[in-house]
Every structure is written in C-alpha cells, then in structure tokens.
Nanobody
Framework: QVQLVESGGGLVQAGGSLRLSCAASGRFFSSIVMGWFRQAPGKEREFVAAISRSGGSTDYSDSVKGRFTISRDNAKNTVYLQMNSLKPEDTAVYYC????????????????WGQGTQVTVSS
C-alpha cells in the first residue's frame, strides 16, 4: 500500500511560483510511476505531469509545458512539482498520484492518490 501526502499549495499572484511536494510511504517508491493531476471547480481531473521510475523521463500537458517541472527523489520517497509563471487558469486542487503504467495521462491508470493541495493564482 502506498500513501501519499501533498503539501506546498497556497495563494500566489499571476507570474509567481510554487513548489509542491508529495511524500510517499511505502517500501517500493522507486518501482512506481508518479504523476500530478489537478481539478478545478466544475471540471474533470486533468493530467499535469508524470515522471518515470528512475526520474529520467518526464511528460507534461501542453498547458504547463515549459512552466512546470516534475522531479523525484527516490531516496526521500518524494516527488515535486515546481510551478513557475503561474496563471489564473492554473487554479485547482493538485493531486499527487502513483501507479504502474509509465507516462500515463489517464487518472484511472493511477492506483494511489493523495488528498490534494489547493493552488490559487490571482489575476
């Protein structure tokens, strides 16, 4: 069983930055694919980024590419999402997810989810 806890959300102005972290409990963190999703009010859960088991490969949605960076530290059982040049449309609850399918952008492919952390970007 993998348990995930997100942190680092908050309120920022457009153009600002936030760094989200996701701490995972479990013995096999290095064996799972990690991803970030977000969900805004009235919208479905949206893929943001994913990172391979080793951290050597990353995938991003077109909407965040060039602005967000996903990384992981397997020694610390932690995945990060560095968010720069934030826009109001980035406002959402951000969820950390873990699964076993590499590079998946589909929420159903992730078996484990955190509780989410709120990111609000003001105009």
């Amino acid at each position: 069983q993998v348990q995930l806890v997100e942190s680092g959300g908050g309120l920022v102005q457009a153009g600002g930055s936030l760094r989200l972290s996701c701490a995972a409990s479990g013995r096999f963190f290095s064996s799972i694919v990690m991803g970030w999703f977000r969900q805004a009010p009235g919208k479905e859960r949206e893929f943001v980024a994913a990172i391979s088991r080793s951290g050597g490969s990353t995938d991003y949605s077109d909407s965040v590419k060039g602005r967000f960076t996903i990384s992981r530290d397997n020694a610390k059982n932690t995945v990060y999402l560095q968010m720069n040049s934030l826009k109001p449309e980035d406002t959402a609850v951000y969820y950390c997810a873990a699964g076993y399918i590499s590079g998946s952008a589909r929420p159903n492919d992730y078996a484990y989810w955190g509780q989410g952390t709120q990111v609000t970007v003001s105009s």
